[in-house]
């Protein structure tokens, strides 16, 4: 990629119409090709107006005028790339923003690739790549949590901690250099206690971070949620009940779902990704056998299983093979049919296994808002505060942070066997070394380049 080119893309939709369109030019000569494309009503140059300014005229390409737009020049290092940026605001025609991208192309701007606003923002030391990461985070975000989770990480409180850490493992590693170098002002052995000390709190932060992968990954990608029971209890009238249309057959005949069904769904700000699965009975039919056996694999699998009961039926042997299988899960049960006469109580349950219940009823759609509470504090322990909150939702990020721990014990390790100063520098910067990949301070251009072709084109 030349840092010296002047890129422009489409910044909005390109596969819809709306009320308006962005195409975005960002380089050394974007004001240059927006004054080449833009006829001022008032005859105005951008060359000559202040930086953050909008101005009204017409696109033109070649002399031919293609749309009416606001115009909005922004000047280099205030700006999201830190160069020049200028930003077309035109009508939001498919056909009229790729006319309006096709003139400033032909006045010299590049195409940009997929993410290059964002690289370019990381190569100017704007944001971090950790930032940039979040910049994708949120246009990819499904729910309240994964949002405001990416917010907070563009917001650099990520980047705040790891510099943290960075830091205090640089500050020691520095001192057992200079002791090594002159040891008749640093006394290197005193300096034990304070540098075992300093690793094991920064050991401590780093599994601090470790422990949100799981509230991270479950806010970024969504609860793998198996709804399992036995035939009839009601396992797809839940499901049609929180996706609100009818995704799943209903019949009163047992055995109707013999394969899994899927269905992505948000429950008070949290992402369940459902499955519901084949009624688990004792059968001889083959195929509804294989839907069994993949249910009772999903089920090992699952952030969180929903085990359906019909409350208006005694437990049999299915129910109990069913929480055999799920009792060391996190189960939420739920006691369909409370319309009818119960039968099963939620006693009857924790009696076996140790799990939240709910009563509903699925025909009748009650109890769905206890249920939808219930699911949100099973994750986050009720309401989730974010004001000060890292959650880790980066698996690039997890395995760099399991790396810098495994270094730091090695470190700690090697104080309690009195292994030699220098030999200890070597798993300190390798811990340092980890940390900086995930803000981008030690970054090889191909690991840049797969982050960022994951960006749409225009970001």
């Given at each position: ?408 014990k090695l470190v700690l390790d090697g104080i309690d066997n009195m292994v030699s100063e220098d030999f200890l520098t070597i798993d300190l910067m390798a811990a340092y070394e980890n940390l900086g990949l995930i803000i981008g301070e030690e970054i090889e251009d191909d690991l840049a380049n797969r982050i960022f072709s994951k960006f749409c084109m225009g970001k």
């Amino acid at each position: 990629m030349e840092m010296e080119d002047t890129i422009a893309a489409i910044s909005t939709s390109t596969v819809s119409s709306g009320g308006i369109s962005i195409v975005r030019i960002s380089g050394p000569d974007a004001i240059i090709i927006g004054d080449k494309v833009f006829k001022s009503k008032k005859n105005i140059k951008l060359a000559n107006v202040q930086s953050h300014t909008v101005h009204f005229g017409n696109i033109c390409d070649n002399g031919n005028e293609i749309d009416e737009a606001l115009v909005i020049v922004m000047k280099s290092p205030n700006t999201y790339t830190k160069e020049n940026i200028v930003e077309i605001d035109c009508h939001g025609g498919i056909l009229v923003t790729k006319k309006v991208l096709e003139a400033v192309l032909n006045a010299g701007a590049r195409l940009a690739e997929p993410g290059e606003f964002t690289k370019r923002a990381f190569l100017n030391g704007r944001i971090d790549l950790s930032q940039a990461e979040a910049v994708i985070d949120i246009i990819n975000a499904k729910n309240d949590y994964a949002l405001k989770s990416s917010v907070n990480q563009l917001d650099g409180k990520l980047s705040e901690k790891i510099k943290n850490i960075r830091e205090i493992i640089l500050n020691n590693v520095a001192f057992i250099e200079a002791a090594l170098d002159d040891p008749e002002h640093f006394d290197i052995d005193a300096n034990v206690n304070n540098l075992k000390n300093d690793v094991e709190n920064c050991l401590n932060n780093v599994d601090n971070l470790l422990k949100t992968c799981d509230n991270g990954r479950i806010m970024h990608d969504g609860v793998r949620t198996v709804i399992l029971g036995k035939t009839n209890a009601g396992k797809s009238s839940l499901l049609n009940v929180l996706a609100r249309e009818e995704r799943a057959i209903v019949t009163d005949i047992e055995g109707t779902t013999r394969d899994t069904l899927e269905e992505m769904i948000n429950l008070s700000g949290v992402t369940l990704n459902l499955i519901d699965t084949a009624g688990i009975r004792k059968t001889d039919d083959v195929v509804e056998s294989i839907g069994v056996n993949k249910a009772k694999k999903l089920a090992e699998v699952a952030d969180l299983v929903i085990y359906v009961v019909d409350s208006s039926r005694s437990l049999d042997d299915n129910d109990y093979e069913i929480m055999e299988l799920i009792k060391d899960k996190k189960v939420l049960v739920i006691l369909n049919k409370a319309d009818l006469a119960q039968v099963t109580t939620a006693e009857d349950i924790k009696k076996i296994i140790n799990c939240e219940t709910v009563t509903i009823s699925a025909k009748q759609e009650t109890g769905i808002e206890e249920l939808e509470e219930t699911v949100k504090n099973m994750f986050f322990n009720g309401e989730v505060k974010f004001n000060e909150d890292v959650y880790i939702t980066s698996t690039r990020h997890k395995e760099l942070l399991k790396k810098a721990e495994n270094s730091l014990k090695l470190v700690l390790d090697g104080i309690d066997n009195m292994v030699s100063e220098d030999f200890l520098t070597i798993d300190l910067m390798a811990a340092y070394e980890n940390l900086g990949l995930i803000i981008g301070e030690e970054i090889e251009d191909d690991l840049a380049n797969r982050i960022f072709s994951k960006f749409c084109m225009g970001k």
